[in-house]
């Protein structure tokens, strides 16, 4: 009898250890999906997007199951530290901020700051979807509008210039449309959406402002940090990640933009 349950302790010890060894091997990323096309979700609420397709691809490389983490952008950081997740694949600017929470990847996407400009302002003043963020900053009586703690009212205030603070980017875009305001800045997906709900009063200014580094997220002294600069590093490689998201998403990047594909996000 003793041995019978030596025997059963044994069976039943495996089946825990190897249950653990299956939940150390899953790699937990967070992300917010609410940002099409590179974190969003299926009407079935399955993850898709770019964003996603790096984090299967990671997990792959790493040889672990991928499992997505989904929560507010702001949770993300803290999840992290908490040990709720391992890492951040989230379209996350790399700032100097962050960096006092967390190790950041090398970038492998960088989002630029772009402009929408009230159409009639655009042309008293010779702009064009061409034009230069100098250009534009040399009109010195021009109004900017965005939101409050946001690069959109942030960055103009950073060159001099007077923002009027809203709550909401449709605000800002809104008066942007009916000339109250000349300038919106923000990044391209939300510009451009702005810009296809005015098409006849709006245009876009394609030059950035800035380009907005965006890497993965770790722990404080992860070492995944490491592995994850060698993952990215073959991105480029022929038939490497990056070209495999070029045939998958291209199509509706270009669709979305209406002037560029992925390779927008990927030249800094």
Not at 38 to 48: A, D, G, K
Not at 87 to 99: F, Q
Not at 119 to 143: H, P, R
Request: hydrophobic share 40%; proline share 4%; net charge negative.
């Amino acid at each position: 009898m003793n041995k019978i349950i030596l025997i059963l302790f044994v069976f039943m010890l495996s089946l825990i250890l190897a249950s653990c060894k299956n939940d150390d091997n899953v790699l937990r990323v967070g992300m917010d999906l609410r940002y099409p096309p590179f974190e969003t979700s299926t009407t079935n609420n399955e993850p898709i997007g770019i964003s996603v397709d790096i984090a299967n691809a990671f997990g792959e490389y790493l040889d672990m199951k991928v499992k997505i983490v989904p929560m507010a952008f702001s949770n993300l950081i803290i999840a992290l530290q908490s040990g709720e997740i391992d890492v951040v694949i989230a379209s996350m600017s790399i700032t100097e901020e962050r960096k006092n929470s967390v190790d950041f990847s090398e970038p492998y996407f960088y989002f630029k700051i772009i402009s929408l400009l009230n159409k009639d302002f655009a042309t008293i003043n010779n702009l064009n979807e061409d034009s230069t963020v100098e250009e534009l900053l040399a009109i010195e009586n021009a109004s900017y509008i965005g939101m409050a703690s946001q690069v959109s009212s942030t960055i103009p205030e950073s060159y001099g210039k007077e923002v009027k603070k809203v709550t909401s980017l449709a605000t800002a875009f809104e008066e942007v449309s009916q000339g109250t305001s000349d300038v919106s800045l923000m990044s391209a997906s939300p510009v451009v959406s702005g810009h296809k709900g005015y098409r006849d009063t709006t245009i876009i200014m394609w030059d950035p402002f800035v380009a907005s580094p965006i890497g993965m997220a770790f722990k404080k002294g992860s070492d995944l940090t490491e592995k994850a600069n060698t993952f990215i590093a073959t991105f480029n490689y022929e038939g490497g990640l990056y070209d495999q998201l070029r045939i998958k998403w291209n199509p509706t990047i270009i669709e979305l933009l209406e002037r560029y594909d992925l390779d927008f996000y990927i030249k800094e």
